[in-house]
């Protein structure tokens, strides 16, 4: 095991500086003692959960082992441990640890004991779950991990090969009981549905491997592919969007894109797409309307405007500013409440009710005014917002009140609730247009 371990790991013949999580089970020993066969510049972290009574026992085995062979010990003690949704939390805690240590003491790669079984039970747990095609992928053998990389040099082994090593060897480890209890999904899948697929075939645990590493590829091309179309989505610092050319024109190449689109932009939103709603945007995507919105969840939504499609946050009006788009309806902080809709008249029963040509650049930006805004008041005469209020004598607090109104390219169309601009104006009110509704106090 040992030759196939380093002929199949040659990363770890390198000189790097790697830090080993250890555990205390028996994958994590025989990881450790693989790697002390090499003079290899190792050091070991732990993370005492204090979820089992062996858990105390475990870390000072641990500290005494490191002390005796002369490695490097770090020690983490979860001094609050989760009370739900604690397997999640308790790996969360893990490797922001794990990162840690690996930035203040200069570690190059973070080396964890997973192994074949793990990576068939993996994949049938997110098959089971269902997920994209790179989640379906399963563990990968190395990513870029913190200031360095994670990498996984047992992957291509099983758990009895790991077991026997041991045994070979008369290492000392400790059995979680936990493993054996039936309440966590992994747990059943390893004892009830992997001893079988063994039976079946016991090249399975290669064929996981192998079919991690294909999906792995095919993401990769796909990528690859739309590279282009990915570089056309543009940011304005507050929503991303781009055209309908750049969107594939077949269903397949329209979820792959906006797979890899959410994807990319999962760092800056923290927004999580599940795969019915992607599925729902394609079925979206087919219909014959060339304005709607989808509601993603956490305030995000992704929305076409005609040709132009946006994914972008309803900032809360607290917060000073937000978008509207068609058919959109806000209540503001004052009690005030303002909507755009289409129309062919205006309102007479709502107190200020602008008119908008169809041709306006939605969605509509509600904000609180910024120093040099300025708004048209007819054909030649543009003013800035502040003289305006100057030389109409408005109260200090009424214009911490006002709210601007903009269109997607920034021209102001109006200062509500105080004046409207040349273009909010100009409309030929016989025709439908849209119609932007205020109403300072919402009816009880």
């Given at each position: ?15 790097k500086?790697?830090?080993v ?7 994590s020993?025989?990881?450790l003692?693989?790697l002390?066969?090499?003079?290899i510049?190792i050091?070991?972290v732990?993370v005492n959960h ?8 475990e ?13 490097p010990?770090y020690?983490?003690?979860?001094e ?20 840690t ?14 192994h074949?079984d ?14 994209s095609?790179?989640g379906?992928?399963g563990?990968a ?7 360095g990389?994670?990498?996984?040099p ?11 090593y ?18 966590y ?37 796909i990528?690859?592919?739309l ?13 991303w ?10 269903p397949g ?6 797979s890899s689109f959410?994807?990319?932009?999962t ?12 599925f729902?945007?394609?079925d ?10 989808v ?5 995000w ?11 972008e ?13 068609e ?6 902080p004052?009690g ?5 809709k289409k ?9 200020t009710?602008?008119p ?32 305006y ?7 200090a607090?009424?214009?911490e ?9 920034g ?5 509500l ?7 909010s104006i ?5 025709r ?7 109403t300072?106090?919402?009816a009880?």
């Open positions: 095991m040992e030759q196939a371990f380093f002929r199949g790991n040659p990363e770890l013949l390198t000189g500086k790697l830090l999580a250890v555990s205390t089970g028996v994958d020993m025989v990881l003692h693989l002390e066969q090499q003079k510049q050091g070991i732990h204090q979820l089992r009574t062996e858990s105390n026992d870390a000072l085995f641990l500290r005494e082992y490191c002390r005796e062979h002369q490695l010990f020690l983490k003690i979860w609050q441990p989760a009370k739900e949704n604690i397997e999640a939390q308790a790996r969360s805690l893990r490797y922001a640890f794990f990162e240590i690996m930035e203040q003491e200069n570690y190059d790669v973070l080396l964890t004991a997973h074949g793990d990576q068939l039970e993996t994949l049938l747990m997110r098959l089971a779950r269902g997920g095609l790179i379906h992928s563990i053998r190395q990513q870029p991990f913190g200031t990389t994670l990498l996984r047992l992957l291509s082994f099983s758990k009895e090969e790991i077991y026997c041991a045994k070979e060897k008369n290492l000392t480890y400790f059995e979680d009981a936990t493993n054996a209890s039936t309440v999904f992994r747990n059943r899948i390893r004892h009830n549905v992997v001893p079988e697929l063994k039976k079946e075939n016991p090249q399975i645990l290669t064929h996981a491997q192998q079919f991690h590493q294909q999906l792995a590829w095919a993401d990769q091309l990528n690859q592919l590279k282009k179309n990915l570089r056309n989505v543009e940011y304005d610092g507050h929503r969007n781009f055209t309908a050319e750049t969107l594939p024109a077949d190449g329209r979820y792959y894109f906006l959410f994807q990319q932009v760092a800056q939103t923290k927004l999580a797409v599940s795969q019915k709603q992607l729902a945007l394609l979206q995507l087919q219909r014959p309307v060339s304005q709607w919105a509601d993603l969840g956490d305030g939504r992704f929305s076409r405007r005609y040709q132009r499609f946006y994914l946050k309803r900032t809360a009006a607290a917060e000073g500013s937000f978008y509207l788009a058919n959109d309806q806000q209540i503001l004052n005030a409440k303002i909507t755009l129309s062919d008249m205006v309102s007479e029963k709502t107190p009710s602008i908008l040509p169809l041709t306006i650049n939605l969605p509509l930006t509600i904000r609180k005014r910024q120093a040099g805004d300025r708004i048209r008041l007819s054909k030649t005469l543009t003013k800035r917002i502040s003289r209020f100057i030389d109409r004598k408005i109260p607090n009424d214009r009140e006002a709210w601007v109104v903009a269109d997607a390219a021209e102001v169309v109006a200062l609730p105080f004046v409207n601009s040349y273009l100009a409309t030929e009110t016989d439908i247009h849209y119609i932007l509704d205020y300072l106090q919402v009880k």
